[in-house]
């Protein structure tokens, strides 16, 4: 029987069936071809082709049955990753995408025969998660890029760092409040009983106020009129001279205490500027001394001491230990700074005073800070309290 002429309903309707899906026991997967009756798959089944196919297949059926079984495996992966990427999702339900696609290879070529077998296959190799329900299997995908990984790790750390910065907010907000508490209590007014006065304890008050504008007058003129030369008067002078001065000399201290104060509010906005500016996530520089505090490297280097060499990123440094010279390769998250003895230098890793150098003063255990004073900059010789130790570090082989 001829093919039908195109444009025709019967053309249209074999394009149609064409398209579409088949039934599965009507498809043969080695020579990939899909019938759509019982008839044509029998006559496929006793071709010549498809008996070549079967020999081929009988040589080394392991190495096709190997070949099926990764193709499929890739495809189902690779649509679960594109289409649901890390979320917890049904097996079946990714299945029945996988197969919508005409050309997609059929799960009875490969080496599992249900879809169970291949979702607990996955969950032994560590490729996904899977976990059985009441409504199934389910599988979540386990994705092991290298840029996947280092982006998370990225994420952490920014995470760690602000959850630093938060905490630091708060132990600083409860200090406050503490300091509140304490000024409210030492400041309390005393309250008495309240006791009225007798009518014999009456107070009088006068405001006679002609009365002293006729004695200031008078007292004028008298001044007005005395002679300069006068023993009395010129002690008189003397003393009024006396106060004068008194009273400039009040004043300009005053004033020089109103300039000073000003100056130091000046100061204080200035450094409320740099902390700002110079506060950063990251604080690694060379020349430092830095002690390592992961416990993942081992007891070698644990709680070991060594010098910054190099800075190649922002978060990390090559590190050459003190004790062994072995060099090392590490993130910022894994160092911590070191803070030296009194009257030595050191280094302003962070804050406001980034870059400056300083000596050590004081050290405050209990709140976990120290004072220096300012070694370099326009500022040299400023006395800065309350930095805390993770803003300063020690340098290495410098003297006083």
Known sequence: MGKHEVGTPKYIANKIKAKGLQKLRWYCQMCQKQCRDENGFKCHMMSESHQRQLLLFADNADKYIDEFSKEFEEGYLELLKRQFGTKRVHANRVYQDYISERHHLHMNSTQWE??????????????????????????????????????????????????????????????????????????????????????????IVNFNVEAKRVEEIKNKTLLSNTPLKNDSTGGESSSAGSKNKGSKEHKQDKGEKRKASALEAIIKDEENKKERLNRKDYWLVEGIVVKVVAKSLGDKYYKKKGVVTEVPDKYVANVSMLDSGHKLKLDQAHLETVIPAIGRPVLVVNGAYRGCNAILKEVDEKNYCVTIEVSSGPLKGRIVGKVDYEDICKLHNVDV
Do not use: N
Request: proline fraction near 3%; include cysteine.
């Open 114 to 203: 249900t879809l169970t077998d291949f979702v607990k296959w996955l969950g032994r190799e560590g490729k996904c998660v899977v976990d059985e329900t009441e409504k199934g299997w389910y599988v979540q995908y386990i994705d092991r890029d290298p840029d996947t990984i280092a982006m998370q790790e990225a994420r952490g750390r920014k995470e760690k760092m602000d959850r630093d910065d938060q905490e630091k907010m708060m132990a600083f907000i409860e200090k406050q409040i503490e300091k509140g508490k304490e000024c409210s209590k030492s400041d309390s007014p005393v309250f008495t009983e309240l006791t009225r006065p007798s009518e014999e304890d009456k107070i």
